[in-house]
Nanobody
Framework: QVQLVESGGGLVQPGGSLRLSCAAS????????IGWFRQAPGKEREGVSC????????YYADSVKGRFTISRDNAKNTIYLQMNSLKPDDTAVYYC???????????????WGQGTQVTVSS
């Protein structure tokens, strides 16, 4: 049974940092690209980042480039999203999702986690 479980969200002040984790089970992480998404209240879901498993390529939305870093530990079957210099606009529920390919630019997302809330506020 494929499962993705996010953790690490919480309340943080502007300028602070959080590291989100996405624990995968039921499949081998090293065979799939994994993406991070977020959705704020009243807004559409936004793609934040993606990590390809075959060539190590990573992708970031312009809104987070230079502040967020995606990484993976295939041995632990876990994907991380390090978020630095957080802004109130980063407040959202963050989700990880599995792609049907090893590459972020190929395929589609087929499994999603339940999400973790990130709130950036003073």
């Amino acid at each position: 049974q494929v499962q993705l479980v996010e953790s690490g969200g919480g309340l943080v002040q502007p300028g602070g940092s959080l590291r989100l984790s996405c624990a995968a089970s039921g499949f081998t992480l090293g065979y799939y690209a994994i993406g991070w998404f977020r959705q704020a209240p009243g807004k559409e879901r936004e793609g934040v980042s993606c990590s390809s498993s075959s060539d190590g390529s990573t992708y970031y939305a312009d809104s987070v480039k230079g502040r967020f870093t995606i990484s993976r530990d295939n041995a632990k079957n876990t994907i991380y999203l390090q978020m630095n210099s957080l802004k109130p606009d980063d407040t959202a529920v963050y989700y990880c999702a599995r792609r049907t390919s090893r590459l972020c630019r190929v395929g589609e997302y087929d499994y999603w986690g339940q999400g973790t809330q990130v709130t950036v506020s003073s």
